[in-house]
């Protein structure tokens, strides 16, 4: 079978496709034919050594796959040849099949495409965790959401919405800004160029936000912690800014509020349960469509160096996925 391999920590310029052996289904594992793979901008850095993980030379980036059954291993209950599963893998998703642990495919209904359900597992699946079970949102309260025009933002937006919030969208430009409305954010605040504790309050009637969902950290940290609404929580996500922001935590307590981490990844990790719930909401919510993810671009998996290079000079305004096979 073929299989994009990092052979060397270059980035893209690491990769090659090359044949490699074909895995086969251990004890709890199924083999799944991959139909399509989501890129993210963990891959850019997974293949620099710059990831929190750090796989052996060489391996295969890729952490979202869909595809189809093709082979149980033993033990294995309630999973059928020829089902349409997705799963979220770390790395190693960029290859025609893929040998996964069987608790953590999601079942893939006949009506959502493959291409689509390999993109959900990350940001919609972050949005999930980071909104329902850090931030407990309700229906009525108010987002903000920083960096809403990337990818982590887009899918925060438009699952804060579901959720039935008022979303204020955080962007640093007008084309930003016509992004994070498309996904439905109902107002606008550009940064850097404005007072963001000042803004937050006045689109607030200076109660504040209810949950503030930041990507970047940065200097748009700490003005947002003070924009918040009593008892309000801030969730942090990312540092797309660069910079690690240091807060004062009385801040916390004037306003008896929280402070909490989104750590996605290690979450799916301890409580496979709970994602497998939040994903399922998020495919349902496809499948109905009231969720409509946007894609970037398909790349066949012989153009993954392209692919890449579009997450790396972050140019995606949706996902990037590699198709697989026929």
């Not at 089902?83 to 959502?112: Q, S, T």
């Not at 009593?230 to 240091?246: C, D, M, S, T, Y």
Request: include cysteine.
């Amino acid at each position: 079978m073929k299989a994009a391999l990092c052979k060397s920590l270059d980035g893209a310029n690491g990769l090659v496709v090359e044949t490699v052996t074909e895995p086969s289904a251990g004890p709890g594992q199924v083999l799944v034919r991959v139909a399509a793979v989501g890129l993210n901008f963990a891959d850019t850095l997974i293949t620099r050594g710059k990831y929190q993980f750090k796989p052996d030379l060489p391996f295969s980036p890729g952490a979202e796959v869909a595809g189809v059954v093709e082979s149980v291993g033993a033990g294995v209950v309630d999973i059928t040849l020829g089902d349409a599963v997705m799963a979220y893998v770390n790395w190693g998703g960029a290859a025609e099949k893929i040998a996964v642990d069987a608790e953590k495919l999601i079942p893939i209904p006949g009506d959502v495409s493959l291409t689509i359900a390999a993109g959900l597992s990350v940001t919609y699946g972050t949005a999930m965790h980071g909104l329902a079970d850090r931030g407990r949102l309700k229906p009525g309260e108010t987002v903000v959401v920083t960096g809403a025009a990337g990818g982590a933002g887009q899918a925060a937006v438009e699952i804060a919405k579901l959720m039935g919030a008022r979303v204020i969208a955080v962007v640093s430009s007008e084309e930003k800004g016509a992004i994070a409305k498309a996904a439905g954010a109902d107002e606008l605040i550009f940064f850097p160029g404005s007072d963001l504790k000042a803004e937050v309050r006045a689109l607030t009637n200076g109660e504040g936000a209810d949950v503030v969902y930041d990507c970047i950290g940065g200097e748009a940290a700490e003005p947002l912690v003070r924009a918040l609404n009593w008892q309000g929580r801030f969730l942090v996500v990312g540092f797309a800014a660069g910079e690690i922001p240091k807060i004062p935590i009385n801040l916390l307590l004037l306003r008896g509020a929280e402070m909490a981490g989104v750590f996605w990844g290690e979450a799916v990790r301890r409580d496979p349960a709970g994602h497998r719930r939040n994903m399922l909401q998020v495919v349902n919510w496809v499948r109905e469509g009231r969720l409509k993810p946007r894609t970037h671009a398909l790349y066949p998996l012989e153009r993954i160096r392209e692919a890449l290079g579009v997450l790396e000079r972050r140019e995606a305004t949706g996902k990037v996925v590699l198709t697989i096979g026929s």
